[in-house]
Structure formats: C-alpha cells, structure tokens
C-alpha cells in the first residue's frame, strides 16, 4: 500500500470521452484519470488539444459530449461545486494591473468569501513564499512577466484549492522564477493538492511530474511515469523528450 492509498486519496480527476469540436476534432473522445496528490504533466505538440482540455475541464469551454468529474463532483452537471475545488493558471497572467499583489489576493479572497483577517495571513505567507513580499504595495502594471505569473499563481492558492491546473507556467520565467514556481507546486502535491500542467519544457515535466499523459490529435496517445513511457517508446529512448519525439512521430499509433 502507498502512502496516498493509507491517506484515503482518491482520483481527482476523470475525464471520459471528452469531445470539442472547432471545425474539425480538438478533443476527441479523449479519456483520462488523474490520481489525488500527484504531479501530472499534459503533454503533446502544438495543437493537439491541451489547452482545449483544460479549459473545458475548469469550466471555460462546454463539451460537445463527454463527462468531467472533479473529486467525485459532476463539473457539467454541478460546475459551480467544481469550481469551489479548482484553481486555474492561464499561459497569460490575468492580472488588475493596478491593483497591486497585496490588494489583488485580498480582491481575490473577497470573491470566495474568505474573512479578511484570514485572507490577509493567507497573502502573506503566499507572497512571502513567492519572494513578492517586498513588492506587495506595488502596482502589477510594473511587474516583469515572472512577477505577474507568480502573482497570479498567489491568486490561485489563496483558496487553496484541492485541484490546481496550470497551463505553460513556465514560459517567459527566469531561472530563478522557474525555480520558485516549481518548488511551490512541488511542495503543495506534496501537502495533498493535485496539481496538472501543460509544459513544452520537457525537463521540468521529467523532473517534477509523478506521471505524464501524452496526447496527439485530441486523444490519449501514451501514459505513465518515464520508466513506463520508456517501455513503451523503445528501450533505446532515454530521456523524456526522446520519449516524447519518438511516440508522437508514430503515425496511426494506438491509443494507450
């Protein structure tokens, strides 16, 4: 038994034939299941449809079928119980930009109706473990685009959501950012939450992700951990984004 079986975690998220058509397929009839507690990475090539997912999954975009469970809870049948367990991290910072970090967490904590005496203690600790604690009375219209992504991502804990996706939050970030940004998301799978991203940067995917989904044209190519992808690629593919190249070049391959 593992530690996340002995502390009653369960999936977070199942998604089953998941449809959205723009034209022609983005999604199509694509399934997955996302432990409680873990890391996992959404992987594919421009345009295979990860973002589409993802915004379909925190409500933004209605299926054209499919279903969506989030922790036991039907996010099409019930989104608004959905939403109260999910944060959600575009590849853009959505930002007041003159609002500055301290007032933007409490703005936020104020629409999920958080008391301010806790909100407040919930923006410190958040911006202080952010490094932004020094810039919390300044103007987000300043910031760099790290700072705008950390402070976003600030906003996106301050309720602390079972269920945390992120959509490239990497891109555009200095080392140092990066760093911090990984390191947050890291230790909050690490308290419990369950955390998904999209990421073209396949070292980072390699690195912190507990298991990666691959898809391709909308649909579940591959999944597993590295050693499991490693299998199925070839035992010549070693690091992940020779995994990565060598699955999504199969033409016609099966769905995993």
């Known amino acids: 038994m593992t530690i996340r079986d002995a502390l009653g975690f369960r999936d977070a998220l199942v998604v089953r ?26 992987l594919g090539k421009n345009g295979a449809g990860k973002t589409t997912t993802l915004r379909m999954i925190v409500g933004l975009l209605k299926p054209d079928a499919g279903a ?21 991290v575009p590849d853009e910072p959505m930002l007041y930009d003159r609002l500055s970090p301290l007032e933007y967490l409490e703005f936020v904590a104020g629409l999920w109706g958080i008391e301010p ?47 945390l ?3 490239e939050p ?21 308290a419990g939450a369950t955390v998904i991203i999209t990421t073209h940067i396949l070292e980072v995917a390699e690195r912190i992700a507990d298991r990666i989904g691959i898809i391709q044209r909308g649909r579940l190519l591959a999944e597993g951990n590295l050693a499991e ?28």
């Open 170 to 190: 990497l891109t555009g970030l200095d080392a140092a950012a990066a760093r911090q940004v990984k390191d947050v998301l890291t230790a909050r799978a690490r």
């Open 17 to 42: 034939d998941l449809c959205k058509a723009f034209g022609k397929p983005a999604v199509d009839r694509l399934s997955l299941t996302v432990r409680g507690g873990e890391i996992y990475a959404l």
């Open 68 to 88: 969506i469970r989030v922790f036991g809870v039907d996010a099409l049948g019930d989104p608004r119980a959905a939403k109260q367990i999910i944060a959600w």
């Open 117 to 163: 005496k806790t909100a407040r203690e919930s923006a410190e600790t958040l911006l202080k473990w952010l490094d932004l604690w020094e810039q919390r009375h300044e103007r987000c219209e300043g910031f760099s685009r790290g700072m705008k992504q950390k402070t976003a991502l600030a906003g996106a804990l301050i309720h602390e959501p079972r269920l």
């Open 229 to 256: 992808l490693r299998l199925r690629a070839g035992e010549n593919q070693e690091t992940l984004e020779d995994v990565f190249l060598e699955l999504t070049a199969e033409e016609g391959a099966p769905i995993a």
């Open 165 to 167: 996706i992120l959509d």
